[in-house]
Structure formats: structure tokens, C-alpha cells
């Protein structure tokens, strides 16, 4: 029930193409997902959040889009660079549980030039 | 930007042994958060500690594990009785416009258990 998947595990894409992840969540309670990005050696940093009661939200290059109906959102990279190599996970928050984050398994990207 | 500051960043211990991990939250944030990632894993929630007190804890996050906020600026993670299985990278984040807003996590500390 708590379970946040992640697709794909890993990703490699070309400089100037789009990377696509996706994520798929059960608990309808939710109400908050984050991506995060993270370099080797570093913390998670956020990235661009959704709530659910907006489809798309889109800062520069990344885009999420939600999908309430069947449980799943994506993070779309638009033009990747290499320095968008990165780990990328996908995760999902109840407030009322506390603010604990429920993380998808991770992508790792790699952007070739 | 303020930063969420954790030390040591590699910390290698004898199973067994005791073990304190330190975060220096974001200055005016309340809301504190340990997770642990271990390697080539997902990064998993252990404990939530709001106002002195653990707000929620994880079923991983045991007896053997306590945490503190010993005073105005520190925020630590203590493992008891390490054992192998707790290697892993422990993140802490906090935040701090109540519980909605966003998580920051600092660069972890990698706990070597031998």
C-alpha cells in the first residue's frame, strides 16, 4: 500500500533528447510527490514537485505530469545534458502521516553527448 | 542558500560499538527526518522528530536506535549496538514551513559497520 514504483532503473538518452520516468503509487492518500535528484556523494535535492490537484507542472526543462485516475506520474527531462547524469527518484508524501517521504526505487540517467 | 550540514561524512565502526551521527538541520526549520539508503537501494524513511519528540518511526528504526536534539542547533542519530546490516548512507532533512513543506537533506554520513 505504501509502495511508490519506479521505471525505468536505468536510462541512457542522448544530449538533446527527452528522459522519460515514470512512477506509480497504490495510496490514494498521498497527497504530495516530489523528484529528487541525486549526484554520486550528495543528498537527494529537490527538483520539482506536484500536487494532485494539478495534471502538469513544468520548471525549465523538467516537467511532471499526474495522472490521478490511474495512480502514476512522470518526470519528462526536456533537451537532457550530461550535467543532468544523475540518480533520479520519485517519491510520495501523506501529510497527515507525518511528512514521512515514501521513495520509488531510483533511475539512475546518463546523458551521453 | 542554508544547508543542511551532516558529520562525519564516513563513519567506520566495529559491530557492536556505538555509534552517534550528527545533522546540523537549516537554522529555522522545526521538522527533522533521518533516513537511511542502503547502496544500490532506495533512500528509506527511519524517524520524523517535531517540537522534542518523535513525531513517527519506521519499523526499521528499533530499540537500538534513539534520537536526540541535544540542544538549539544539533540533531543526531544514535545506533546503539551497530550491526552489520546497518551500513548504509543516513540522510538527514528537515523542514520548515510546517509539515507541507519541502524536504532538505543534507550529503549524509556512509556508516561502515566491519
Known amino acids: 500500500q505504501q509502495q511508490v514504483k519506479q521505471s525505468p532503473q536505468s536510462l541512457i538518452v542522448q544530449k538533446g533528447g527527452i528522459s522519460i520516468i515514470n512512477c506509480a503509487y497504490e495510496?490514494?492518500?498521498?497527497?504530495?510527490f516530489p523528484w529528487y535528484q541525486q549526484f554520486p556523494g550528495k543528498g537527494p535535492a529537490l527538483l520539482i514537485a506536484?500536487?494532485?490537484?494539478?495534471s502538469e507542472k513544468k520548471e525549465g526543462r523538467f516537467t511532471i505530469s499526474f495522472n490521478k485516475s490511474a495512480k502514476q506520474f512522470s518526470l519528462h527531462i526536456m533537451d537532457s545534458q550530461p550535467g543532468d547524469s544523475a540518480t533520479y527518484f520519485c517519491a510520495a508524501r501523506t501529510e497527515a502521516a507525518g511528512n514521512k517521504l515514501t521513495f520509488g526505487g531510483g533511475t539512475r540517467v546518463l546523458v551521453k553527448p | 542558500e542554508p544547508e543542511v550540514t551532516q558529520t562525519p561524512s564516513h563513519q567506520v565502526t566495529q559491530m557492536g560499538q556505538e555509534v552517534i551521527l550528527r545533522c546540523v538541520p537549516i537554522?529555522?526549520?522545526?521538522?527533522f527526518y533521518w533516513y537511511r539508503q542502503i547502496l544500490g537501494q532506495k533512500v528509506e524513511f527511519l524517524v520524523s522528530?517535531?517540537?522534542?519528540?518523535?513525531?513517527?518511526k519506521s519499523e526499521i528504526f528499533d530499540d537500538q536506535f534513539s534520537v536526540e536534539r541535544p540542544d538549539g542547533s544539533n540533531f543526531t542519530l544514535k545506533i546503539r549496538s551497530t550491526k552489520l546490516e546497518d551500513s548504509a548512507m543516513y540522510f538527514c532533512?528537515?523542514?520548515?514551513?510546517?509539515?507541507?513543506?519541502?524536504?532538505?537533506f543534507g550529503d549524509g554520513t556512509r556508516l561502515s559497520i566491519l
Open positions: 532533512a528537515s523542514t520548515g514551513q510546517g509539515t507541507s513543506g519541502p524536504q532538505h
Open positions: 495510496n490514494t492518500a498521498f497527497d504530495y
Open positions: 506536484i500536487r494532485p490537484d494539478v
Open positions: 522528530f517535531y517540537n522534542n519528540e518523535i513525531s513517527e
Open positions: 537554522s529555522n526549520h522545526l521538522y
